[in-house]
């Protein structure tokens, strides 16, 4: 499929606000990409199949990811919608014709993050949280990040931000957001040297 295919055929599959907002992370994505050095248009690409699989009812999450061989760890049975992304990985490639594995990798990761993720992961994460329609107390505060900070300090604020927005709801904390906040934050304290770089993670 040709990028203008892809919004046609998402446009007939998505809600107007969900199409909407997919074409904020899409702009804003390619947008991140310039500013950090990214590819812009797998940045483009990425954002805006990112929700590709958004609309399916909670109880079709499971079976979905069964007929894609997708593991269904506790947190997923327990939260179904968390599935989105990566049936959403496995729909860019077999229903949109995706074949580049970044853009697979950065819709894969975009909801909880994860361990090793690449500039592209990153971008789309904080994409997805700052993209014009987005409106919730601080992310102007997120938004203004991007003038001053690194992507790896943009993403360490935002993943903690995302953790405090789960605790506070007295909700599930995937292991995968833990991951990607302790790898950056031993990252930054072994480059101050607090620690030394002999420390090993836990992928999930």
């Given at each position: 499929m040709t990028v203008d295919e892809m919004r046609k055929e998402l446009q007939k599959r998505l809600k107007k606000s969900r199409f909407a907002h997919s074409i904020g992370v899409a702009n804003t994505a390619k947008e991140l990409a310039k500013k950090f050095a990214a590819d812009e248009g797998k940045a483009y690409i990425a954002g805006l199949l990112h929700d590709c699989a958004r609309e399916f009812e909670a109880g079709e999450y499971i079976k979905l990811a069964e007929k894609y061989c997708i593991h269904v760890g506790e947190v997923e049975r327990a939260m179904p919608i968390l599935l989105h992304a990566y049936i959403g990985a496995e729909m860019a490639a077999k229903v949109y014709g995706v074949e580049d594995s970044e853009i697979y990798h950065a819709i894969w990761k975009h909801t909880v993050g994860g361990y090793g993720?690449?500039?592209?992961?990153?971008?789309?994460?904080?994409?997805?949280?700052?993209?014009?329609?987005?409106?919730?107390?601080?992310?102007?505060?997120?938004?203004?990040?991007?003038?001053?900070?690194?992507?790896?300090?943009?993403?360490?604020?935002?993943?903690?931000?995302?953790?405090?927005?789960?605790?506070?709801?007295?909700?599930?904390?995937?292991?995968?957001?833990?991951?990607?906040?302790?790898?950056?934050?031993?990252?930054?304290?072994?480059?101050?040297?607090?620690?030394?770089?002999?420390?090993?993670?836990?992928?999930?």
């Open positions: 993720m690449t500039k592209l992961d990153k971008i789309i994460y904080f994409a997805d949280m700052i993209e014009p329609n987005r409106d919730y107390p601080g992310v102007e505060k997120l938004r203004s990040l991007v003038e001053t900070e690194t992507l790896d300090e943009i993403m360490l604020t935002a993943l903690s931000d995302s953790i405090n927005f789960v605790i506070q709801k007295n909700s599930l904390v995937h292991p995968a957001t833990v991951n990607a906040r302790n790898e950056l934050l031993i990252r930054k304290l072994v480059a101050k040297g607090v620690i030394e770089d002999d420390v090993s993670f836990n992928h999930v």
